[in-house]
């Protein structure tokens, strides 16, 4: 009995869990990542150029695939769920006010669910575009561009997508959390996975080239990965950010450019 009132009095609080269940998976993404990192570089010391001879003459394999497909997808809950925080949380108070005698977490860790789903197609198709650019050259074995071409090319794409029609819709659908209740709304579990979907869509629209610069600062250069979730982040929440990402789009292309022009082709 005394059990059974723990539990209630628990759940009472989802707000205060919802917030506590998202710190623990973002923070749990950090940790994998930087003892990821912490294992390749005692993997690498004393020989990362033989290593990295040696990685490009062996082609992947299905382990390999799925590595870096686990690798992708905890990345991108480590870099998105703090920006989509905000959503989720009005998504739970919304249901808490129209359902008053209804738990609001499970469908929340739905929507979440379809939030990470999208995500996660986007890891596979970014573990498949790393594997296709190692093959290409232009991927070295550690993750990172060898071509300044390349690099340049991905930075000005990057830039430009900053000002397109499509950014600017999804990062609006992103920046408005009401508007996106109120006109995406669907009542049930699979209404509530379907509106995770929905969100991770715009998200993804958002920002998916920014995720291609990854390419060009390393892939798990984790301070590559720290300051693009944060562009994210100010650029979803932040008053100001869709100047600061308008401006930052000049300074990608500018560096782009740059690079092609001063570039001899490979690092």
């Known amino acids: 009995m005394r059990l059974n009132s723990a ?72 870099m998105m769920t703090p920006s989509a925080t905000p959503m989720i949380l009005l998504y739970s108070m919304v249901l808490r006010k129209r359902a008053k005698t209804e738990n609001p977490l499970i469908p929340t860790a739905i929507f979440f669910a379809g939030y990470v789903a999208v995500w996660a197609v986007f890891s596979a198709a970014a573990t498949a575009a790393q594997w296709g650019l190692e093959r290409a050259a232009l991927l070295s074995p550690m993750m990172i561009s060898t071509s300044t071409i390349f690099a340049g090319i991905v930075l000005i794409v990057a830039g430009v997508y900053q000002w397109s029609p499509y950014k600017h819709v999804c990062l609006t659908r992103c920046r408005e959390p009401v508007w996106f209740l109120s006109r995406i709304w669907r009542d049930g579990t699979g209404g509530a996975f379907r509106m995770g979907l929905v969100h991770g869509a715009f998200c993804l ?63």
Not at 23 to 37: N, P, Q, R
Not at 213 to 238: D, H, T, Y
């Open 7 to 78: 539990v209630e009095g628990f759940l009472r609080h989802d707000r205060q869990v919802v917030v506590g269940a998202l710190l623990l998976l973002t923070s749990l993404a950090w940790i994998y990542l930087v003892l990821l990192v912490d294992e390749m570089g005692m993997t690498l010391t004393g020989g990362m150029e033989n290593m990295g001879s040696m990685m490009a003459l062996e082609p992947w394999t299905a382990l390999d695939a799925m590595f870096m497909f686990l690798m992708w997808a905890v990345m991108m809950v480590g």
């Open 205 to 267: 629209g958002c920002c998916w080239v920014l995720m291609a610069l990854l390419f060009v600062g390393g892939v798990m250069n984790l301070l590559s990965v720290a300051a693009i979730a944060v562009f994210v982040m100010v650029e979803k929440v932040a008053p100001f950010g869709r100047g600061i990402g308008r401006a930052a789009a000049f300074g990608l292309v500018a560096l782009g450019v740059l690079m092609i022009v001063s570039g001899n082709g490979h690092y």
